[in-house]
């Protein structure tokens, strides 16, 4: 979805004012987070809730940068999954947390315990209360990014191709289900 000027303005402001909740909360458990230097609304991702990257500046030392998915932001979304996804993010700035293990789990934890949250690796559109969002603007529902879909006639397993020109899209008749073994069609999405 192509967002307007002002939603875009009006996205930025509430991932920020979010932000600054969530960088409190932190400081009020003495969380020992990284410097931060930038976080953004991310129009362009699909399959991930946000993202935390670790650059170094020889002047400064560790930065990090973040971005947040812009379903996530809109205004009609549910603040909870937003300000978890942040403190998720914000997670992976404390020393030793860029993985989803030791340390960091143990911070996601204690951060549940003091706050009730839901904060962990993997969170679906469910857990983070995203469905009812979509359901009411279904133009932002993530549809598969294929132009072909290989399906299997036996078990229906569903693959999906962007390119009609490789072996499998052009001879499918060579090739069988890796699950079932079942024959395979090609279809034109």
């Known amino acids: ?11 930025e402001k ?4 979010v932000f600054n909740e969530c960088i409190d909360e932190m400081i009020a458990i003495d969380i020992p987070f990284g410097k931060i230097t930038e976080v953004t609304v ?25 971005n947040i998915n812009a379903d996530l932001c809109h205004p009609d979304a549910s603040e909870r999954g937003l300000k978890e996804t942040i403190i998720h993010e914000i997670l992976h700035t ?3 947390c860029m ?13 549940n315990d003091c706050y009730g949250y839901n904060v962990k690796r993997v969170n679906n559109a469910e857990e983070k209360g995203m469905d009812d969002f979509y359901k009411q603007h279904e133009e932002l ?3 598969p990014n294929w132009k072909y879909e290989i399906r299997c006639k036996s ?15 052009m001879n499918p008749y060579r090739y069988r289900c890796s699950y079932c073994y079942g024959n395979i069609e090609v279809i034109a999405s």
């Open 1 to 11: 979805m192509a967002y307007t000027v002002a939603m875009k303005r009006q996205m």
């Open 14 to 17: 509430r991932l920020e004012k």
């Open 99 to 111: 993985c989803h293990t030791g340390e960091w789990k143990r911070l996601a934890d204690l951060v």
């Open 155 to 169: 078990c229906g397993k569903v693959l999906g191709r962007r390119q009609k020109a490789c072996k499998l899209t």
């Open 94 to 96: 404390c020393p030793n």
């Open 42 to 66: 991310n129009y362009r991702a699909k399959s991930r809730w946000g993202q935390c990257q670790k650059r170094y500046d020889y002047m400064v030392g560790t930065i990090y940068r973040i």
């Open 141 to 143: 529902v993530k549809k």
